[in-house]
C-alpha cells in the first residue's frame, strides 16, 4: 500500500482550506468534539476511494457523499469540493498525487499515472476499512455473533463468498423445488398408466402379458419386450387412430372410479390432519398484526433476492450494484429467520395436499374429457371452475404468497361442489349407458389408451430423471463450495485468533499474559469468546472492562488487517479510538503499533490530550508529527494552536482595536503552551484531580523548572571543563531572565485583561507590548533552528534527567555531570 | 445503462474460489462444472445468478441467459 504525505482539503465537509503535511510518518490529530478531526478521516477516505463510508453506509438515511461531502456554504458547487493527497508509493521514486472532486468522485486526477501506480491505487481503493472508528471497533467485539461476522466479513471482504454462497443454495433449492412436481407427475402417470392397463403393480412381464392378451384378440404378434420405443399399438391400423373419438367404457368407468376416490380423499381425516395442523401454525401470523407484517415482510424480500439480477434494484429501478444489494437484503432477511422457519413447518404439512389437489385436478380435466364424449352431452362449467379453484388453492397453499388466504384456502379445503358431483353422476350415468363393445373394439382401446399413458408415464419419468440428475449436481456444487469456504474462513480465523491473542497479550503482559480467545464461526454467525484470567471463555462483554474490550477491538482489527495485506499494511487511520483505555495500558498499545508494526503508518485522532502526550512520549509520533484543533466554525472551518500562527493572529486583533480577543487568545494559547512546556520539561506543577490546570498552574512551573535546567546543564558543562559550553547556555540563561523579567513586568496587565474585564481599559498601545514580550519569552522554550523549532524536552522522560534537548538536536544541553 | 465493470475480486475471495474450482476439477463429473465456472467466478463475467446458472445447467430450458 501506500503512506500518505500531504493532505489538501477545500470546501470538503467541515472544512474550508487545510493542509496538513503527515510526511509520510504516525501522525495525531488532537482537539475537542466538533472541532474538525473527523473531517480529515473523511478527507482521507475520500482522497484514497473516492467515498466517505459514514455517508454511505447503513442507518445513513438522506444523507449522501454528493449532496452532504461539500462543505455546507457549497453544497450546491460538489466541484469546488475538492481533496488532493500525496503519496507515497511503493518502488516509485517521485510522490504521486491523487485529486478528486466531489462532482466526479470516481475520476480522480493521478500524476504521475503510471499503470504500476494505478494498480497499487486500486488496491488501495479495495480497503476503505483503513479507516477504523470507534463505532466500527465495537462492533468487532460487543456485537451480536452474526453482526460481528457481517463487519469481520466486511472487513475480510467476503460479500463475494456470501453472494456465490446465496446464488449456489437459491439455484440447487430451485432445482430440488422441481423434483417433487415432478415426481408427482410421474407417479400420476404411472397410476393413470396401471389403471388403463388393468394391472395391479408395475412389471415389464405383467405389462408384456396385458398388452399381448390384448394383441392377439386383434390378431397382432406379441411383443417380446419392452424397450423405450416399444409401442403398445405396433402393428395396430393406423386408421384406428384417426376414427371418430369415442368413450372407452372400461377405461372411463375406472378413470370415474378413481376420481371419486380422490374427491372422497378430500374430506378424509388424513388431509383434514394436515389442513388443521397447518392451520394452527398459519393462525398466529394471520391474526397477530405484527407477525404479519414480518411475515410479510419476509416473503417480500425473499422474493426480492430472486429478482436482483440486473445493475437495478428490481422494484424501485435505482442504480445497484448486484452484490452490494444481494447483501443488504440478505441481512434484513436475517431479522425474519423464526417466521422463515414457521414457514417452512406450515410447508411440509401443505406438501401432500398439493399432491392431493394436482391428482384432483388432473381426474377433473378426464371427468371433462369424458364429458365432451358422451351422448347426451353434459354441460360441465362446475367442473371447470372447481378444476380452476383446486390449482388455485394448491398455490395459494404452496406459495403462502398470501397467509389470510392461504388460511381461507385450508379451512374450505375439503369443499366439493354439488355441481361437481352432479356432472360426475350425470357422465357415470352416460358412460353406463354406453354398450359393451365389441372384444375388438375394447382390444383397440386399451392398446391405444395404454400406449397414450405409456408415453405420458414414460415423459414423466424422463424429466423427472432429468431434475434429480440436476438436483443432485447442484446440490453437490452448493455442499462442495460449503466446505471449502468454511474451510478455507475457518483457516483464516483460526491464523487471526491466534495473533489476536499475541497483540492483546502484548498490550495487557502485566496482568493476562496467558490471555487466549476464540473465534468460532458458524453459518453466518461468528462467536468471539476470550479466556478472563484462566476462569473460562466468556463473551468480551461479559466481565472485561470497556477499556479492555477497546483494546480487544483494536487487536482483533489488526489482526485481521494484518490477515488481509500483509507486507502491505502500510497506511491505517485510528479514528478517536481506544477512549476508555486506561492510561498504562495506552502507553503500551502505543508501543504495540511502534513496534508490532513498523512499516503501517498510523493517523490517529483523539479528543484527549493526555492521549495524545501517551503518543508522543512512547515515541509513537516525533515531536511536530501533530496538529491540535483548538475551535471550529462553520465560517473558518477548523483552526489549530499553531504558535507560527497564532501571534499573527493575536497581532491582527490588537490592530483590529480588539484587546478583548487578543487578550483571551494570548491566555489560551500560553495555557496550552505551558501545559506542554511543562510536560516536555518534567516541571512540577501543583496536582490537580480534575487536570483542569490553569495558566498561573503551569507557566510559573515551566519557567521555574527552564531556569533550573540551565543552571544544571551550565553546571555539567563546567564539571566536563566544557567552559565554551557552559558560557553558551549563561548566555541563554540571561536572555532567559531577561525575557521572563519582561513578562512579569507587563503580567499585571495581562490578568486583570481576562479576569477582570478590565480590557475596556486598555488600548492595542498598552496591549503590544505584552503580546511582544510573551512571544519572545516563548521562544526560550523552543529550538531556534527555522527547521525545527521544536519545543524542548528532557530525556529520559522518567528517571534521572540526562539532557535537554529538541527534536532536531540543534538544542542539546548535557545535565550528568563528571 | 452502461454496465458497470465489475470490481476486482478481493484476496479472501479469490482464494475461497481458487479453491472451490480446484475440488470440482478433483470430480470426473464435475469436471465440466468447474471449467465453465472458472471465467464466471474469477474473470470480468459478474456474479449474477444467471451467469452460474448457465455455468452450472448448460443448454437448461429455463435458462434466459444463454
Known amino acids: 500500500m501506500i503512506k500518505v504525505l500531504k493532505l489538501e482539503a477545500h470546501e470538503f465537509r467541515g472544512v474550508r482550506s487545510l493542509t496538513v503535511d503527515f510526511g509520510g510518518q504516525n501522525f495525531a490529530i488532537c482537539g475537542r468534539n466538533g472541532t474538525g478531526k473527523s473531517g480529515i478521516v473523511d478527507a482521507l477516505e475520500f482522497g484514497l476511494t473516492g467515498n466517505i463510508s459514514r455517508l454511505s453506509g447503513r442507518g445513513t ?94 472487513l475480510l471482504q467476503l460479500d463475494a463468498v456470501d453472494t456465490v454462497r446465496t446464488i449456489l443454495q437459491k439455484i440447487a433449492n430451485a432445482c430440488q423445488r422441481e423434483v417433487n412436481p415432478l415426481k408427482r407427475a410421474k407417479e400420476q402417470a404411472h397410476d393413470q398408466l396401471l389403471a388403463a392397463l388393468q394391472i395391479p403393480e408395475w412389471s415389464t412381464a405383467r405389462v408384456l402379458a396385458a398388452a399381448n392378451t390384448q394383441r392377439a384378440i386383434l390378431g397382432l404378434p406379441p411383443l417380446s419386450a419392452l424397450a423405450a420405443a416399444t409401442s403398445l399399438r405396433d402393428g395396430l391400423a393406423g386408421a384406428a387412430t384417426t376414427a371418430a373419438p369415442r368413450v372407452p367404457k372400461a377405461q372411463a ?45 419476509e416473503r417480500f424480500l425473499t422474493a426480492a433476492l430472486a429478482y436482483i439480477e440486473g445493475e437495478a434494484c428490481p422494484v424501485c429501478d435505482t442504480d445497484w450494484n448486484p452484490e452490494e444489494l444481494r447483501a443488504l437484503v440478505s441481512r434484513k432477511l436475517k431479522r425474519f429467520e423464526e417466521i422463515a422457519r414457521q414457514r417452512a413447518e406450515v410447508e411440509k404439512h401443505c406438501e401432500p395436499l398439493v399432491a392431493l389437489l394436482d391428482e384432483v385436478g388432473n381426474g377433473v380435466r378426464t371427468l371433462e374429457r369424458y364429458r365432451a364424449l358422451v351422448a347426451p352431452k353434459v354441460v360441465a362449467t362446475a367442473a371447470a371452475s372447481f378444476r380452476t379453484l383446486a390449482g388455485e388453492t394448491a398455490k395459494v397453499i404452496e ?156 487487536c482483533l482489527y489488526l489482526a485481521l488487517m494484518q490477515y488481509l495485506l500483509e507486507d502491505s499494511f502500510s497506511f491505517a487511520v485510528l479514528d478517536d479510538v481506544l477512549m476508555s ?165 507587563e503580567q499585571w496587565q495581562v490578568n486583570p485583561a481576562i479576569h477582570y474585564n478590565e480590557w475596556a481599559s486598555f488600548t492595542p498601545e498598552d496591549f503590544a507590548p505584552v503580546v511582544t514580550a510573551y512571544r519572545t519569552l516563548m521562544q526560550s522554550f523552543s529550538c531556534t533552528e527555522p527547521k525545527c523549532l521544536g519545543l524542548l524536552y528532557v530525556q529520559p522522560e522518567r528517571g534521572t534527567r540526562e539532557e535537554v534537548r529538541c527534536a532536531c538536536g540543534g538544542t542539546n544541553i548535557n545535565l550528568r555531570k563528571k | 445503462m452502461a454496465k458497470r465493470p465489475r470490481k476486482a475480486i478481493p484476496e479472501v475471495p479469490k482464494a475461497v474460489f481458487e479453491k472451490f474450482l480446484s475440488e470440482l476439477g478433483k470430480d470426473s463429473a464435475l469436471v465440466d462444472v468447474a471449467a465453465r465456472l472458472r471465467p464466471v467466478l474469477l474473470e470480468d463475467e459478474g456474479l449474477t445468478e444467471p451467469a452460474i446458472k448457465a455455468a452450472l445447467l448448460p443448454g437448461d430450458p429455463d435458462d434466459k441467459s444463454s
Open chain 1, 61 to 154: 438515511g438522506d444523507i449522501s457523499l454528493k449532496d452532504h461531502a461539500p462543505h455546507v456554504d457549497s453544497r450546491n458547487r460538489p466541484d469546488k469540493a475538492r481533496v488532493k493527497l500525496t503519496v507515497q508509493v511503493p518502488n516509485v521514486d517521485t510522490p504521486v498525487t491523487i485529486e478528486r472532486s466531489v462532482k466526479d468522485p470516481l475520476t480522480p486526477t493521478i500524476t504521475p499515472s503510471t499503470p504500476p501506480i494505478l494498480e497499487v491505487l486500486r488496491q488501495v481503493a479495495l480497503h476503505p476499512e483503513f479507516a477504523l472508528s470507534r463505532r466500527e471497533l465495537i462492533r468487532y467485539v460487543i456485537s451480536t455473533p452474526g453482526d460481528r461476522a457481517t463487519e469481520v466479513q466486511t
Open chain 1, 253 to 297: 368407468t375406472a378413470d370415474l372410479r378413481e376420481l371419486r376416490t380422490l374427491l372422497d380423499r378430500l374430506g378424509a381425516s388424513e388431509a383434514k390432519g394436515q389442513c388443521a395442523a397447518a392451520l394452527k401454525l398459519l393462525a398466529p401470523l394471520a391474526s397477530d398484526p405484527n407477525a404479519l407484517d414480518s411475515a410479510n415482510r
Open chain 1, 399 to 554: 406459495s403462502l404468497d398470501t397467509i389470510p388466504d392461504a388460511v381461507k384456502a385450508l379451512e374450505n379445503f375439503s369443499a366439493v361442489p354439488k355441481g361437481l358431483l352432479d356432472i360426475m353422476a350425470e357422465v357415470e350415468s352416460a358412460v353406463a349407458a354406453i354398450p359393451d363393445p365389441t372384444q375388438q373394439d375394447a382390444a383397440r382401446d386399451y392398446l391405444t389408451e395404454g400406449q397414450v399413458r405409456l408415453q405420458a408415464y414414460r415423459d414423466a419419468a424422463l424429466a423427472e430423471k432429468r431434475a434429480e440428475e440436476r438436483a443432485a449436481l447442484t446440490r453437490k456444487v452448493y455442499e462442495t463450495y460449503g466446505t471449502i469456504s468454511t474451510a478455507v474462513l475457518n483457516d483464516i480465523y483460526k491464523k487471526v485468533e491466534g495473533q489476536f491473542g499475541e497483540l492483546y497479550r502484548f498490550i495487557n503482559r502485566d496482568d493476562e499474559e496467558k490471555f487466549t480467545a476464540q473465534l468460532t464461526p458458524s453459518l453466518g454467525k461468528l462467536g468471539f469468546d476470550v479466556d478472563f484470567y484462566g476462569r473460562g471463555f466468556f463473551p468480551p462483554g461479559a466481565y472485561h472492562s470497556e477499556g479492555h474490550q477497546d483494546g480487544m477491538g483494536i
Open chain 1, 581 to 745: 483505555v486506561d492510561a498504562g495500558h495506552r502507553r503500551e498499545v502505543c508501543k504495540l503499533l511502534k513496534e508490532k508494526f513498523p512499516n503501517t503508518q498510523f493517523i490517529l485522532t483523539t479528543h484527549d490530550e493526555i492521549w495524545l502526550r501517551h503518543m508522543k512520549s512512547a515515541g509513537l509520533i516525533g515531536p511536530r508529527a501533530f496538529i491540535y484543533f483548538r475551535t471550529w466554525d462553520v465560517e473558518h472551518g477548523p483552526t489549530q494552536w499553531e504558535d507560527r500562527d497564532i501571534w499573527q493572529e493575536i497581532e491582527a486583533e490588537v490592530k483590529r482595536d480588539n484587546v478583548r480577543a487578543a487578550a483571551g487568545l494570548l491566555r489560551h494559547y500560553l495555557e496550552f503552551a505551558s501545559a506542554e512546556i511543562s510536560h516536555h520539561l518534567r516541571a512540577p506543577v501543583e496536582f490537580r484531580g480534575d487536570a483542569q490546570f490553569q495558566l498561573g498552574d503551569l507557566l510559573p512551573a515551566a519557567i521555574g523548572k527552564l531556569g533550573a535546567l540551565l543552571r544544571e546543564g551550565k553546571a555539567a558543562a563546567l564539571s566536563w571543563g566544557r567552559s565554551a559550553d557552559a558560557k553558551a547556555i549563561e548566555a541563554r540563561e540571561t536572555e532567559f531572565k531577561e525575557r521572563v523579567a519582561v513578562t512579569n513586568v
